[in-house]
């Protein structure tokens, strides 16, 4: 009876102990290629916003803040503002830097890198639970009509490549063959 008891303490215990990493893989993850830095259209120049603020646009598949200062200079971030991901492209431009709509967050318009984390009241209580973390910045140059970014155009393929792709079949697989 003894040994019953110690083995299945012991089956209980070995449930819980760690265990080496398995691998998430499967066989319909894509392969995934090497960055390629391009300028890809963003928005018209037309739709260039006043000086002192900024607006929102797609190049290459990710969401960008284009900003405009007080002296005209145009400057191109990610619209997604740390740490809640609201758009940047809603916050005002001034002195350099552009400030989080919400929370009062500034980043540096050249560097992206975070001037002032979080000064409101609802941002020193959310913000208080993260680092400060800045936002990317990408070159940005204006050809004819229109504002050009340079992006990985591969970036959002090679995120997507980790997820499913496709329609799942009746068997449950989305390359529609049989077991």
């Given at each position: ?7 299945t303490l012991a089956a209980g215990a ?101 001037v002032k984390w979080c000064p409101s009241g609802l941002g020193k209580l ?54």
């Amino acid at each position: 009876m003894k040994l019953a008891v110690i083995a299945t303490l012991a089956a209980g215990a070995s449930a819980f102990a760690p265990t080496a990493q398995v691998s998430r893989s499967s066989a319909l993850n894509a392969a995934k290629a090497p960055p390629k830095l391009q300028y890809v259209p963003c928005i018209s120049t037309d739709d260039l916003p006043a000086p002192g603020s900024a607006t929102s646009g797609v190049a290459g598949g990710l969401a960008i803040c284009i900003a405009v200062d007080e002296k005209g200079s145009v400057y191109a971030l990610g619209d997604k503002c740390p740490p809640v991901n609201q758009p940047l492209s809603f916050g005002k431009v001034k002195g350099g830097t552009i400030s989080d709509p919400v929370l009062g967050t500034e980043f540096d318009l050249k560097t992206g890198d975070v001037v002032k984390w979080c000064p409101s009241g609802l941002g020193k209580l959310i913000g208080g639970i993260f680092d400060p973390v800045g936002v990317p910045v990408y070159p940005v140059q204006a050809k004819g009509k229109t504002v050009n970014v340079q992006v990985d155009v591969n970036y959002k393929a090679n995120f997507e490549a980790d997820y499913w792709s496709g329609i799942l079949d009746a068997q449950g697989k989305s390359n529609g063959k049989y077991y």
